[in-house]
T-cell receptor, first 113, second 115 residues
Framework: ETGVTQSPTHLIKTRGQQVTLRCSSQSGHNTVSWYQQALGQGPQFIFQYYREEENGRGNFPPRFSGLQFPNYSSELNVNALELDDSALYLC????????????FGPGTRLTVT | AQSVTQPDIHITVSEGASLELRCNYSYGATPYLFWYVQSPGQGLQLLLKYFSGDTLVQGIKGFEAEFKRSQSSFNLRKPSVHWSDAAEYFCAVGPIFQGAQKLVFGQGTRLTINP
């Protein structure tokens, strides 16, 4: 069974640029959630996708957007990067009715300079 | 709004000593409760979860947690820690409502083990 994978591992971008982060779900999982973890903080919920539809969103601006594909993999896109976007971005996959049993990937470390 | 408080930012214990990490939550009803562990540079690994029933739950790596409704707490315990337990520990709640199953995390407790 393949776990949750994310790419790239690390990324350095300049303020104002755009970035795309990718996530492959654990086999059989149809729900993907994205979290932002700033240094020294707990993860914060960005949004969730269930069967290719956004299923809920946290307190993040519209420049944070996402997609989920028919194979349930997902992308997180961030436009107009700001310095405060520097963080570890975590993807978690689950079954839609699994009552929060979310399995996390290793994350993508984004640095904005 | 739901929230999670982990009062201890950093705890140091000696190898072989017992451990208790505190977690308090604020929510109108009993949420689903979780403990995750994060090693440096890694993602989150689920240690244990509470949904209902027995208030003492067992997890992986010898950890257990006790749900106390009257105190809105879900403290994590281990009778004897190992050097490999050094990591960041996060308590999280999952509010029970229709829609997204988002987890709300505490700030985390960093655990250091003295040899």
């Amino acid at each position: 069974e393949t776990g949750v994978t994310q790419s790239p591992t690390h990324l350095i971008k300049t303020r104002g640029q755009q970035v795309t982060l990718r996530c492959s779900s654990q086999s059989g999982h149809n729900t993907v959630s994205w979290y932002q973890q700033a240094l020294g903080q707990g993860p914060q919920f960005i949004f969730q996708y269930y069967r290719e539809e956004e299923n809920g969103r946290g307190n993040f601006p519209p420049r944070f957007s996402g997609l989920q594909f028919p194979n349930y993999s997902s992308e997180l896109n961030v436009n107009a990067l700001e310095l405060d976007d520097s963080a570890l971005y975590l993807c978690a996959s689950s079954l839609g009715d699994s009552r929060y049993e979310q399995y996390f990937g290793p994350g993508t470390r984004l640095t904005v300079t | 709004a739901q929230s999670v408080t982990q009062p201890d930012i950093h705890i140091t214990v000696s190898e072989g000593a017992s451990l208790e990490l505190r977690c308090n939550y604020s929510y109108g009803a009993t949420p689903y409760l979780f403990w995750y562990v994060q090693s440096p540079g890694q993602g989150l690994q689920l240690l244990l979860k509470y949904f209902s029933g027995d208030t003492l739950v067992q997890g992986i790596k010898g950890f257990e947690a006790e749900f106390k409704r009257s105190q809105s707490s879900f403290n994590l315990r281990k009778p004897s820690v190992h050097w490999s337990d050094a990591a960041e520990y996060f308590c999280a709640v999952g509010p029970i409502f229709q829609g997204a199953q988002k987890l709300v995390f505490g700030q985390g407790t960093r655990l250091t083990i003295n040899p």
